[in-house]
């Protein structure tokens, strides 16, 4: 069963943190690649960060680089994003994603087949 339910989001200011999470199924979470995505009001949905569990690799989005941490606890099968010096250019709803279980995994892959409902996230100047 396909599921994956995002949480933490909320209001900050700029320079602020925030730690959002990202609970799966335990089918979902088999797969090689989960990624965040953001979607800002009136804007195209973008990809910001992605895991690759195989090779334990991570791919950000320059936007984000140096900080944001994406990371995953294989115990509890929740991926996490962590957001620190937020930006108000960083305000959007925020999902997680993932595909099958031999996917390829990169911010631009096409796999991204599974979705969560999203957590919004709003950073004030």
């Known amino acids: 069963q396909v599921q994956l339910v995002e949480s933490g989001g909320g209001s900050v200011q700029a320079g602020g943190s925030l730690r959002l999470s990202c609970a799966a199924s335990r089918y979902t979470y088999s797969s090689d690649c989960m990624g965040w995505f953001r979607q800002a009001r009136g804007k195209e949905r973008e990809a910001v960060a992605a895991i690759y569990t195989g090779g334990r690799s991570t791919y950000y989005a320059d936007s984000v680089k140096g900080r944001f941490a994406i990371s995953k606890d294989n115990a509890k099968y929740t991926l996490y994003l962590q957001m620190n010096s937020l930006k108000p250019e960083d305000t959007a709803m925020y999902y997680c994603?993932?595909?099958?279980?031999?996917?390829?995994?990169?911010?631009?892959?096409?796999?991204?087949?599974?979705w969560g409902q999203g957590t919004q996230v709003t950073v004030s100047s």
């Open positions: 994603a993932t595909g099958p279980i031999a996917m390829y995994c990169s911010l631009a892959s096409r796999d991204f087949r599974y």
